[in-house]
C-alpha cells in the first residue's frame, strides 16, 4: 500500500519561503524510479501541475508559473520529496498535494508530468497562505 503524508504547509509573507515535504512510503526511490509530482489547488479553481520529478535519472519538470522560484527535490534515503517554495506569492496561496504514478507509468512527457490525470496515489494535501 503506497501512502504520501505532506507536511510543511504554514502561513508566510509574500516574497517568503516554505519547504514541503512528502514522506513516501510503500515506494522504495533507491530501487525504482518513481515519477512524483507536486499539484496545488485554490478554492473555486482547478488542480493544476507544479513540479514533478523522476526519482531515478533525477528529471524535473515545472510550471511556468513558477520557474525559477520553486524547486523540486528528492531524498532516496528518506524516500521523501521535497518542494522548496521561495519568493511566495498570494497567488500561490492554495492546498498543496503530492502525488506518485504506478510503477511503470511513463514519466517521460513534460506535460503529462504536469497533469493530474497519470497519476494514482495523493497524499491529504497541505495548506500554503501567502498574505500581501
Known amino acids: 500500500q503506497v501512502q504520501l503524508v505532506e507536511s510543511g504547509g504554514g502561513s508566510v509573507q509574500a516574497g517568503g519561503s516554505l519547504r514541503l515535504s512528502c514522506a513516501v512510503s510503500?515506494?522504495?526511490?533507491?530501487?525504482?524510479?518513481?515519477?512524483m509530482g507536486w499539484f496545488r489547488q485554490a478554492p473555486g479553481k482547478e488542480r493544476e501541475g507544479v513540479a514533478s520529478?523522476?526519482?531515478?535519472?533525477?528529471?524535473?519538470y515545472y510550471a511556468d508559473s513558477v520557474k525559477g522560484r520553486f524547486t523540486i527535490s528528492h531524498d532516496n534515503a528518506k524516500n521523501t520529496v521535497y518542494l522548496q517554495m521561495n519568493s511566495l506569492e498570494p497567488e500561490d496561496t492554495a492546498t498543496y498535494y503530492c502525488?506518485?504514478?504506478?510503477?511503470?507509468?511513463?514519466?517521460?512527457?513534460?506535460?503529462?508530468?504536469?497533469?493530474?490525470?497519470?497519476?494514482?496515489?495523493w497524499g491529504q494535501g497541505t495548506q500554503v497562505t501567502v498574505s500581501s
Open positions: 520529478t523522476v526519482t531515478g535519472p533525477g528529471w524535473t
Open positions: 510503500g515506494y522504495t526511490f533507491r530501487f525504482n524510479s518513481h515519477c
Open positions: 502525488a506518485a504514478k504506478l510503477i511503470g507509468a511513463s514519466c517521460s512527457d513534460a506535460y503529462l508530468n504536469l497533469n493530474s490525470r497519470g497519476y494514482y496515489y
